[in-house]
Structure formats: structure tokens, C-alpha cells
């Protein structure tokens, strides 16, 4: 999985969406990530179809949504999920949240049944704590491949980093900007100005360091391209250790996210 892709939550201007994926994935990257709940699906397949890059140099990550967690609607979805993206099997298929419809035992039953029909080439989760974790690499026979979750300088997440170490998955970075707020972190714009750089460069490259796979959202060339600069930042130790000192939880996403908050 490239540990840098592109997150299109809240891209839902069809055209925009499209143009932003093509543009991305011309420029260099080759992870892209959406979600049943963006309602973009379509317009993320399209700017597949349209990139002048091979179906299978992507690495593309899809969600299914808390209300299509039975086992039947596991399976419904996806093919629906599958042929809104234009896309034959899947490179990664997240558990949105633990919640909703979700159950444990028929959920990632589903979830295996997809992985050993080669729909999916890899079984995700997101949101998850490290119990919900434990419990689906119990159930699983599939391998855990990753949990995707809300991380970032200003939310560093050091139990699940030691948790997806310690378990051998990896860990992707949702708002790994928080949101912009990184641009408001003096340690990260001290260390963005020495470097010549953007903060949410230095936040991605930070990122980079600890081993964790990041999908900013952007739109527009000028942004997809700062974030894409981040791989050629290497950070020293000393700001590295500058940026773990950073002592605050500033989380954007509720952690007692519902099943119908989106709705």
C-alpha cells in the first residue's frame, strides 16, 4: 500500500471529484480512497478510467457504511460499490465504523466470503479501538491488513500506533492535516519555514516517519501537488521529537460517531 494517497471524503462535485483522482494519480500517486457514505464512488471511477495510469499500479480503498454491515448488504453493496468504480475487485474493503449494523461474526464473515470470491484483495477496518481490533483478527480468516483512523500531530494516537505495531497491520491517517488546524501549530510551521515548506508537509512527512499511511483530502493541482512533495521531506530526529512533544488531543471526528450522524 503507498503510504501517501488521496482521500476524497466531502469531494462530491462529480466533475471535481473526477478531475482531482485523474489528476493525482497522473502526477504520481497510486492510492486512492473513498467510502459508500461520500456518495463519489462514480465520479472516483471515473477518474480512474480517465488517468492515463494502469488499473493495476492503484491501489484503490473503498468503506462499506454502517447500515450495510449485514452480512447480505455486505455483499450487495460491494458489487454495487464495484461497478460504480468501474473496478473488477478491490485493493482494500473497510468496516466503516463498529457500528450500525455491524456484527462482528456475520459482518467479516462477509468480508472473508468476498476475500476468498478475489473481490477484495485485502480486509480493512476503520475507527476501530484496539478490543474491536483483537476481536476481528480473531474472526477474521483473512489477514487484518489495516485500520484507518483519525490521526495526526495534534491527535497522535500513540496507543494504536503501538497496537498496529505490536499486531502487524498498518495504520492509515484520516484529516491527517486536522482539518487545516496544522497550519495553526507554530512547532509545525517553525519546522515547515527551516525546510521551505508547507506545514501540512511537515505533518505528512511526520506521518511518513512513524510508518503510517496518510490520505489527505485535496482538490485542485496546486494542493494535491503540495501534498505529494511531503515524500521528498525527511524530517531530523530532533523534529521529529519536536513534533511528538506536541501535547494536545484535538480530535475532529467524534469518537461516539453513530450510525445515523451522517444522514
Known amino acids: 500500500m503507498p503510504m501517501l494517497g488521496l482521500g476524497t471524503w466531502q469531494n ?18 497510486r492510492h486512492v480512497d473513498t467510502a459508500q457514505a461520500y456518495g463519489n ?10 488517468a492515463d495510469v494502469d488499473r493495476a499500479d492503484i491501489f484503490l480503498a473503498t468503506k462499506v457504511w454502517n447500515s450495510n454491515l449485514s452480512a447480505e448488504d455486505v455483499h450487495a453493496t460491494t458489487e ?22 455491524y456484527d462482528a461474526e456475520s459482518t467479516l464473515g462477509a468480508f472473508d466470503e468476498l476475500y476468498d470470491q478475489g473481490k477484495i484483495h485485502n480486509v480493512g477496518v476503520s475507527n476501530f479501538e484496539p478490543h474491536h481490533v483483537e476481536e476481528a483478527m480473531d474472526i477474521l ?28 497491520y498498518e495504520l492509515v491517517a484520516y484529516s491527517p492535516l486536522a482539518r487545516g488546524d496544522v497550519f495553526e501549530s507554530d512547532v509545525l510551521t517553525d519546522i515547515a519555514d527551516d525546510h521551505d515548506a508547507s506545514a501540512a508537509q511537515v505533518s505528512l512527512a511526520w506521518l511518513n516517519a512513524k510508518g503510517v ?14 501534498n505529494w512533495r511531503s515524500l521528498d521531506l525527511e524530517l531530523g530526529d530532533e523534529e521529529i521529537a ?20 451522517w444522514d
Open 12 to 29: 462530491d462535485d462529480a466533475q471535481e471529484c473526477a478531475d482531482s483522482v485523474q489528476t493525482a494519480l497522473e502526477m504520481g500517486y
Open 41 to 50: 464512488e462514480d465520479a472516483v471511477g471515473n477518474g480512474l478510467a480517465a
Open 80 to 101: 454495487q460499490s464495484l461497478d460504480d468504480l468501474g473496478v473488477d475487485a478491490l485493493d482494500l474493503l473497510y468496516v466503516h465504523w463498529p457500528a450500525g449494523e
Open 141 to 168: 480468516d483473512a489477514p487484518l491488513f489495516a485500520n484507518q483512523v483519525e490521526l495526526h500531530p495534534l491527535l497522535q494516537q500513540e496507543e494504536l500506533r503501538a497496537h498496529a505495531e505490536e499486531h502487524d
Open 213 to 226: 499511511t496518510a490520505i489527505p483530502k485535496a482538490t485542485g493541482r496546486d494542493h494535491i501537488a503540495d
Open 242 to 261: 519536536r513534533i511528538d512533544d506536541i501535547d494536545r488531543e484535538d480530535r475532529k471526528v467524534d469518537p461516539d460517531f453513530g450510525p445515523d450522524a
